[in-house]
């Protein structure tokens, strides 16, 4: 069974962004960097994320992405799933039709017993990749990684932050 | 997120041979005709489960396989991993270590937190992959699948068993 590579690059992208502590913006390419990875590979899963309402693109000079919502609405299950689409892992192709024995379709109306288990399975995987929330994977990171990689990551975003212009309320 | 199309060939083939109530065996190319597969493609799956102990291959005029242990101690985890291989589904690359400012490698002695979390939701899958037994699938499917489709699967079975000569046991 096999993931994306796209998925480790959504979610340190995201686990990066949680770390802006206003609405400022990173720029991909200065993610891209951070992580040896091509640019156009990650604005195409930055894409996805922004798709699924997890992340915010901002367009312009100051343009970039940050987190769309708080880090603790949103889990790992939201990460992989917008990067690698709802379908679930376990494609039945209904297999068990294809002999040469035809039964007419009505023998065929309840599911496939092996897709049931194989669905409660992964039910289970995606349960526990919604209790896994990008806040709480920061604030592990801050508290038990090594003061020097939680330094890096903190200079990084120093460093590649674009602050927004304060935009004065149209409504006002 | 992806398992190989191989995991429902080997999942119904392993509960066909379930359904053997002798030392019979059933050969691949009946099974590869039952299920619309090449049996070439069957074939490399059940070396797989063979490799792995699920299955035993008999060789001969007789010859073809059946299950290597009962089906109350086979479960769905040991299926997939006999197809897919033991590696994780989410496969850490270490980008944490990519970017332009270079940290030592003790830096980076503890394990990714982004890959823990992962790996802690891998598990949860596994564990319920691992409590999902051949045997309850088979007795699931015999007391709520159509009867019509039981049946054929009986047929299919009473067609193409081999059964196998007794052998004087040698120490005899």
Redesign the interface.
């Known amino acids: ?5 796209g ?3 959504a ?2 992208c995201a ?1 990066l962004l949680a770390g802006l502590e206003d609405d400022s913006t990173v720029p991909a390419a200065a993610m891209a ?5 091509s640019p156009s590979y990650l604005l195409k899963h930055l894409k996805a994320l922004t798709a699924a309402g997890l992340l915010e693109s901002v367009p312009g000079p100051a343009g970039g992405y940050r987190l769309a919502r708080p880090a603790d609405s949103i889990s ?1 299950l939201d990460i ?1 799933l917008a990067v ?1 689409g709802p379908r679930p ?5 209904e ?2 039709q ?4 035809k ?2 379709a ?5 599911p496939c ?2 897709n049931t ?2 669905l ?6 995606r ?3 919604a ?2 929330r990008l806040s ?2 920061v604030s ?2 801050v508290a ?3 003061p ?2 939680v330094a ?1 990551g903190r ?2 975003l120093a460093e590649n932050r674009r602050p927004q212009k304060t935009v004065a309320n149209p409504q006002d």
């Open positions: 069974m096999k993931l994306g590579e998925v480790e690059a979610i340190h686990a960097a951070q992580f040896g990875l790992l992989v690698e892992a376990f494609r039945c192709c297999i068990r294809r002999g040469p024995v039964l007419p009505s023998a065929y109306v309840k017993g092996i288990a194989m409660r399975a992964e039910q289970a995987y349960a526990a990749l209790s896994e709480d994977i592990d990171y038990e990684a090594d020097r990689s890096a200079a990084f």
